[in-house]
């Protein structure tokens, strides 16, 4: 189970990586950013095959974009200097509480 859920959280890391990307690459017009992008968000496609193999979709989708949507809130908050109102601070954790719940309660598959 720790297999899978590093898995997961590889995923999570490189589709990450490729959103923050997403605006270096300028519409995709820059070559280099581009295709590391393209490669974080295919290695994150192939990483998530391992993970929906051990538990339900349900729970491994809201996992990966909840996690997913919390980083990226607070990356693009350093990197981009974009700001948040605390009312969006305060969604972005109650996201990370209930991908926290969702996984307490997660049956294993196998």
Do not use: D, H, R
Not at 11 to 36: D, H, R, W, Y
Not at 86 to 106: E, H, K, R, Y
Request: charged share 5%.
């Amino acid at each position: 189970m720790l297999k899978t859920y590093l898995f997961l959280i590889g995923a999570i890391f490189c589709e990450v990586a490729g959103t923050m990307l997403l605006p270096v690459s300028q519409n995709f017009t820059k070559l280099i950013p581009t295709s590391f992008l393209a490669i974080f968000y295919l290695t994150a496609f192939y990483l998530l095959t391992f993970v929906v193999n051990k538990l339900p979709i349900a729970i491994v989708y809201a996992t990966w974009s909840g996690l997913g949507i919390f980083t990226v809130g607070i990356l693009g908050y350093i990197f981009f200097k974009q700001t948040l109102a605390w009312q969006a601070i305060l969604g972005l954790f109650l996201i990370v509480i209930g991908v926290v719940l969702v996984n307490s309660f997660t049956i294993k598959l196998n």
